[in-house]
């Protein structure tokens, strides 16, 4: 299972921080992506961590900005957004899958969404 926290309304340049709770599951066995899906657009990757990979990756669009990372204790992975953008505004969505360069397409497991809206 996974859960989603956070989300809302902020101002651009504004800051806000998501949270996916996982069980159920080895949480090593896996990576944890974030993707977000706006308004007539596809979902598009945004990062991904594991706790057994390398650094996490990050989409070229929030390099620099979004900050994925692990709360050991709590089996979560936290996305700290930074500098926000109109564009980023979406459904965000938490997902198990694998860790490599193919993170995006290997989901086997979708958390809920929740809505990040950038707006003045």
């Known amino acids: 299972q996974l859960v989603v926290s956070g989300g809302g309304l902020v101002q651009p340049g504004g800051s806000l921080r998501l949270s996916c709770a996982a069980s159920g599951f080895i949480f090593d066995d896996y990576a944890i992506g974030w993707f977000r899906q706006a308004p007539g657009k596809e979902r598009e990757g945004v990062a991904c961590i594991s706790r057994r990979g390398g650094s996490p990756d990050y989409a070229g669009s929030v390099k620099g900005r979004f900050t994925i990372s692990i709360d050991n204790a709590r089996k979560a992975v936290s996305l700290q957004m930074n500098g926000l953008k109109p564009e980023d505004t979406a459904v965000y969505y938490c997902?198990?899958?694998?860790w490599g360069p193919g993170w995006k397409s290997w989901v086997d497991y979708w958390g809920q969404g929740t809505q990040v809206t950038v707006s003045s």
């Open positions: 997902a198990r899958t694998r």
